[in-house]
């Protein structure tokens, strides 16, 4: 018994090595030192974190952001972007076309500069199904 839970254990942490490989996974933010594990649609108030040595070491003011893993219609922009300490918060607003639909996503987000793919970080995204 000890050996199969050792050895799923242990693929386990492989696979979420392999899994995060080209993919740091970050945190979202409030932006007043709030910690969350995902981004929440129909917010604006939220804020990635990013490492700003990840960046090059400082904010580059043509940021911008691609994303992949959303649900059809769900999207993450790109507000703004401050430095706080040794991360960069990038600001976002999550939504959605149909809040009928829930979303259970990894969203996938890449951080340009000058045309340049600086990182790509994964971030869960939720969002609760609405009947209207």
Request: charged share 15%; proline share 2%; net charge negative.
């Amino acid at each position: 018994m000890k050996k199969t839970l050792m050895t799923v254990t242990a693929a386990l942490a492989l696979t979420f090595a392999a899994g995060n490989a080209f993919a740091a996974t970050v945190y979202a933010t409030d932006g007043n030192g709030q910690e969350y594990n995902a981004l929440y649609t129909e917010s604006s108030w939220m804020a990635i974190e990013v490492p700003l040595a990840d960046l090059g070491g400082t904010l580059p003011g043509d940021l911008s952001i691609t994303t992949a893993g959303l649900s059809s219609g769900t999207t993450i922009t790109l507000d703004s972007a401050e430095v706080k300490g040794n991360s960069a918060l990038l600001y976002v607003t999550v939504e959605r076309s149909d809040t009928r639909s829930y979303v259970n996503d990894l969203a996938s987000i890449t951080v340009s500069a000058s045309g340049k793919a600086l990182t790509t970080v994964s971030i869960p995204v939720y969002g609760a199904a609405y009947n209207q």
